[in-house]
């Protein structure tokens, strides 16, 4: 902590200090006009800016009608987790930036960036790290650098272990030190590395305690072994007791709640509240909102709350042509190819002319009303609750295959409900079909199943079909797709991609992009080897399953499609000059086929722990690169938890 920040707080008035650790902007648990998400006081007199929040997954958050088409509904977190590429992770963060500061806020509410324990849990489209630490934990530092670096702090949630929507509030999540250390808190140790301004403590209860109350979890092991020095706040309500100051946590938020009056304040042990309000203020002077040694601040407040911040937050504009432009790359980036016999895939011509687009999936509606008055609602383009950006006009797979398939000079043939027969009409004439299906997910719930909403309809289409077929599938997440998808010549999944989702979608159909994604997830063969959510008659939630969560413990079963999957256009051919070892390896990595793209090497292939990855960067045919893995003493490590250290493994 930096001595300015001490000094800071030293000039501070009780009633100022207090301001700073609790919310306002909210009564009885509604949003009042003219306030952020999330509203922190500021004190002007020395400079402290009034620190305005707002959510997150898919962008700035659409609480309100006047929102809508001022901001950017991107892709979901997920989706862009699914490139495996750190540097478009940091270049989306940026843009997430960009678009939260010219809005006036300067706090997002992520990155989220919990692994995932559930297939069917609601807030998993959220979660950047999918089933692998390893794969989340560079992606959670590229967000914290990319959103910090416009002078908006971020803030690493849910910590910890906010594995499953049911029953969020009272679930207690059992883990043993070693579960935690190994695969649920590396992401939010990279994050800390990265210089992360904030933490978020969850719903849960963690080992008997609730997360916001849990001393071994914010003080043992948060701000004492990771080494955090910024300040955590409550998810919001998440507060049940005057005392959790005590236990680590510094901002009550949205401070409604009582808990963090001035009287229960004063109760607090000496000097928790000037280490409560000294973590925030070193925070803001980090990130550059304060300035430090008599400098002006890097990113000055551009509003005030509660007198000045109406223009920005309601009527100001802070999407842009080169954000919805990122917004395609983005998606069609962390497109997947799941299957393409025959190279069915893309359509480029040759014999093809005339393509059948059926399904209700391809062309969904976006009942902009209905979600304002439902905060958890979602659908095709966006995830439900407070992750969710509502698109002004989201383009649909029909829509963007038929500007793309237009230009191209391709004859579209739609059929857009659920009727089998009218979709085997409309295929009649067609030399190819692409059938859409689709779910979404919501905070607040799991997902009911693992299938998309269009199974059966799918399902009976492809049977007996006599014309080629691709199937395009919209998820938040895990999806059993075995129904159907061996009838299928070819298959492309996409998480969740908001406005752009049917122009990132084309692109990959008509071979405008080379899809080089890798499911971030497994796809199960059945729905029953997914991990189930506890649910209410189960007092303590155990993850009886230990570190073998997700892919790594599928090893001994058949699966729809593996974690790391992802088919490219192209060809690639590895040789390794230096084996995968102890200290890591280097590969050549050669694109044997025609046509130029991306790969991304995870030093071992489907099947194996991910450790490391490397995404190469576009190679023409014919073209190599060299990509080095550099592995350290940390990934072949074992947590202690009567050292309360890390073992090296011989």
């Known amino acids: 902590v930096s001595s300015s920040a001490h000094s800071i707080v030293d000039d501070l008035t009780k009633e100022e200090k207090y301001n700073l650790v609790n919310g306002v902007g909210f009564k009885t648990r509604i949003q009042q006009d003219g306030y952020y998400v999330g509203n922190v006081l500021g004190v002007p007199r020395l400079s402290i800016p009034s620190i305005k929040m707002q959510d997150a997954a898919q962008g700035f958050r659409t609480t309100d009608m006047r929102q809508v088409g001022e901001v950017t509904s991107w892709p979901c977190s997920l989706a862009v987790a699914s490139a495996w590429d750190p540097d478009l992770m940091e270049t989306w963060a940026e843009a997430l930036g960009e678009e939260h500061r010219a809005k006036g806020a300067n706090v997002i509410l992520g990155p989220s960036m919990n692994v995932h324990r559930v297939q069917k849990g609601g807030r998993n489209a959220e979660y950047i790290s999918g089933e692998s630490p390893a794969l989340g934990a560079p992606l959670s530092s590229a967000y914290v650098r990319g959103v910090q670096s416009k002078g908006v702090m971020a803030v690493a949630k849910h910590f910890a272990l906010n594995n499953q929507e049911t029953n969020r509030n009272t679930v207690n999540s059992v883990a043993s030190e070693r579960t935690m250390m190994e695969v649920y808190f590396p992401p939010f140790q990279a994050a800390i590395d990265a210089g992360v301004a904030s933490f978020m403590c969850s719903y849960n209860l963690v080992n008997g305690t609730h997360s916001c109350g849990n001393e071994d979890l914010l003080r043992r092991d948060l701000k004492d072994r990771m080494g955090f020095s910024g300040f955590v706040m409550s998810d919001w309500w998440a507060v049940n007791d005057v005392d959790y100051p005590n236990s680590g946590l510094d901002m009550d938020m949205p401070g409604d709640d009582g808990f963090f009056d001035f009287d229960n304040l004063d109760a607090l042990n000496d000097g928790v509240v000037d280490e409560m309000v000294t973590r925030i203020v070193d925070a803001l002077t980090d990130v550059g909102l304060m300035g430090k040694d008599g400098e002006d601040a890097a990113f000055p407040s551009l509003c005030e709350i509660p007198d000045d911040c109406d223009g920005l937050y309601y009527n100001s504009t802070a999407t842009s042509d080169a954000h919805v432009a990122l917004a395609r790359k983005i998606g069609g980036e962390g497109a997947v190819l799941l299957k393409n016999d025959n190279n069915l895939l893309p359509f480029d011509g040759g014999g093809l002319k005339k393509i059948a687009v059926v399904g209700s999936a391809c062309d969904p509606g976006n009942d902009i009303e209905r979600m304002l008055k439902i905060w958890n609602l979602g659908n095709y383009f966006t995830m439900g609750g407070s992750g969710r950006v509502i698109g002004k006009d989201p383009v649909s797979v029909l829509a963007g295959i038929l500007e793309v398939g237009d230009e191209m000079g391709f004859e579209v043939i739609p059929s857009t409900t659920d009727s089998v027969d009218d979709a085997k009409a409309a295929t009649i004439d067609a030399d190819v079909v692409v059938v859409c299906g689709a779910t979404?997910?919501?905070?607040?719930?799991?997902?009911?199943?693992?299938?998309?909403?269009?199974?059966?309809?799918?399902?009976?289409?492809?049977?007996?079909?006599?014309?080629?077929?691709?199937?395009?599938?919209?998820?938040?997440?895990?999806?059993?797709?075995?129904?159907?998808?061996?009838?299928?010549?070819?298959?492309?999944?996409?998480?969740?991609?908001?406005?752009?989702?049917?122009?990132?979608?084309?692109?990959?159909?008509?071979?405008?992009?080379?899809?080089?994604?890798?499911?971030?997830?497994?796809?199960?063969?059945?729905?029953?080897?997914?991990?189930?959510?506890?649910?209410?008659?189960?007092?303590?939630?155990?993850?009886?399953?230990?570190?073998?969560?997700?892919?790594?413990?599928?090893?001994?079963?058949?699966?729809?499609?593996?974690?790391?999957?992802?088919?490219s256009f192209s060809t690639f051919e590895y040789d390794w000059a230096r084996e995968f070892g102890r200290e890591g390896g280097e590969v050549r990595i050669t694109n044997t086929g025609g046509v130029e793209g991306r790969e991304v090497e995870n030093g071992g292939g489907e099947g194996y722990e991910l450790k490391k990855y490397v995404k190469t960067p576009v190679l023409k045919g014919g073209e190599s690169v060299v990509v080095q893995f550099k592995l350290g003493d940390r990934d072949f490590s074992r947590w202690d938890s009567m050292k309360g250290n890390w073992d090296i493994l011989e």
């Open 440 to 567: 979404t997910s919501t905070e607040g719930q799991d997902r009911n199943d693992l299938y998309v909403d269009q199974d059966e309809f799918i399902t009976e289409f492809l049977e007996d079909l006599n014309v080629p077929s691709v199937v395009v599938t919209i998820t938040p997440g895990a999806t059993v797709l075995s129904n159907f998808v061996n009838n299928a010549d070819a298959a492309v999944n996409v998480f969740l991609l908001g406005e752009e989702t049917g122009h990132a979608i084309a692109d990959v159909l008509f071979g405008v992009v080379n899809p080089s994604g890798k499911l971030p997830v497994t796809f199960p063969l059945d729905a029953d080897d997914a991990t189930a959510p506890c649910k209410v008659a189960v007092k303590d939630c155990v993850y009886e399953e230990g570190v073998l969560v997700g892919y790594r413990g599928l090893q001994d079963k058949d699966v729809g499609f593996s974690f790391g999957h992802g088919l």
